[in-house]
């Protein structure tokens, strides 16, 4: 398996965890966009949200269940975050096993297509 995100959910890449349950692994980005960055991820390998299949559908609620936790956990819940999916080669996406930043810790621009 060479997807990076499997690799960090199985433990052979080391990665800075920061909520794990049954289906859903997140930790924090290697190169932080934010003062809080962290990446939400399903243990299950799902390429891009275009691989998102309806059987799918209770682990994509357990993603944003998590979210909420993790904003709770870091403090800005209240203050506010923000949740990014890059989906294909024009969104940037780099890492092809689904995942969303959850960004904030501070005042995020708006949002931009360029
Ligand atoms: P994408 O552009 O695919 O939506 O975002 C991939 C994200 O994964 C990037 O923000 C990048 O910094 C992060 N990333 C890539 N490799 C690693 C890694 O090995 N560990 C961690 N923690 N983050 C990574
Ligand atoms: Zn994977």
């Not at 692994?25 to 309806?54: C, G, S, W």
């Amino acid at each position: 398996m060479s997807c990076i995100f499997c690799k960090i959910v199985e433990g052979s890449i080391p990665s800075t965890k920061v909520y794990e349950n049954e289906h859903v692994l997140a930790f924090r980005d290697i190169q932080p966009a934010a003062p809080v960055h962290i990446l939400i991820i399903p243990k299950k390998h799902i390429a891009t949200m275009n691989d998102v299949e309806p059987d799918d559908r209770g682990l994509i609620g357990d993603l944003h269940i998590a979210a909420q936790e993790i904003a709770k956990q870091e403090g800005v819940f209240e203050s506010g975050y923000r949740l990014i999916n890059n989906c294909g080669a024009d969104s940037g996406q780099v890492v092809f096993h689904i995942h969303y930043h959850l960004l904030a810790g501070e005042k995020l621009g708006a949002l931009n297509a360029k």
